[in-house]
């Protein structure tokens, strides 16, 4: 069954950016810069990576770490996309 899967992709070199982002569009992955996570003490550029895919979390990780490694990117957390709107939505309903 295919799921969302996402990845947080951190690349220690922004100049990395453009070319690993360019080889995840190439793989059928979306791509979003996360502006907000932006480290003071170095030049660390975030991505949030997701596609569809059948793979298991460990094959869906080593998949993403062989195609982000190349380009200078480091693949930090991944996991279904729906369980963590999940998770997120039991925290709301729990702090209300």
């Given amino acids: 069954m295919l799921r969302k899967l996402v990845a947080h992709v951190i690349f220690l070199n922004p100049n990395d950016l453009n070319r690993a982002s360019a080889e995840l569009i190439e793989h059928d992955f979306n ?3 996360l502006d ?4 003071d003490y170095n030049r660390a550029v975030w991505v949030n990576a997701w596609t569809l ?10 998949w993403v770490e062989s195609i982000v490694e190349p380009v200078g990117g480091e693949c ?3 996991g279904s996309l729906r369980r963590r709107l999940r998770a997120g939505l039991s925290r709301r309903r729990g702090a209300r």
């Fill in 31 to 33: 791509v979003e810069y």
């Fill in 76 to 78: 930090w957390k991944l």
């Fill in 36 to 39: 907000n996570l932006i480290d």
């Fill in 53 to 62: 895919s059948e793979l298991d979390d460990s094959s869906f990780f080593d």
